[in-house]
């Protein structure tokens, strides 16, 4: 079953799709065999079409989503398995890819609504917690699972987390990984509004046309005014997180949360 607005869905196009519902640009993201995690080929696109869509004053209103059953599953483990010892190099560039086009996001000129289904875990997160509201379906499921694969946070997580939910919780679900449910999730910060599974992209759809038709302008002020009332700056945080995923992809841990992922065994961690 899909989410997306978009009736001519091609799951087997590219990794990102863009349409467009009238003033709403409709991003989303397209490996629905894969969850939708973002590998070096997805990460690129989603900068190339959020550099694309900046600026584009038709555009009134973004709704980011995804292909298939889930969000986003976060970062394909699976293709960073595959790099062996290239694993930190491949996930630099990544990295690189991905918080540029959240950059891009972060600052957008127009409202960013989130539609979640299935799972945001990992960097899915992130996407959805970049997003101004969030819908998300009464089964969906939020989850960080860095430290579970012996590896830092990203995709803004670590920016973004504690301010929605405070330090104290943030670090409990950095460590301990809990999956949130989407009533859970809600009542903690992290989702606007919790809908039936089946209604998720009708509901996101209808709350971005709204917002489209609204003043534009007014909304991407005051979206400023509010973020920017909280320090420090996300780019220079992107730049912190970066090194630290990067730097984890080169430590034993982190090639052993990586491995054991791949060979579906539980982690054995030596704490360097």
Known sequence: MTHSLDAQADPGGPPVRLTRDGAVAVLTLNRPDAANTIDAPLAAAF???????????SVRALLLQGEGRMFCAGGDLTSFAEQGLGAARYVEGLIADLHAGLERLFAFHAPVVAAVHGAAAGAGLGLAM???????????????????????PDGGTSWALPRLVGLRRALELTYLNPTLTAAEARDQGLVTEVVPDSAVGARAGELARELAAGPTAAYAAARRLLRESIRPEYAAHLRREAVGIVEAFSSRDGLEGVRA????????????
């Open 47 to 57: 900068r190339e079409t959020l550099e694309a869509l900046d600026g584009d004053e």
């Open 261 to 272: 992922f791949q060979e579906r065994r539980a982690p054995v961690f030596h704490g360097r």
């Open 130 to 152: 970049a997003a101004d509201l969030v819908i998300a379906g009464e089964n969906a499921r939020f989850v960080m699972a860095y430290t579970r694969s012996g590896l830092t």
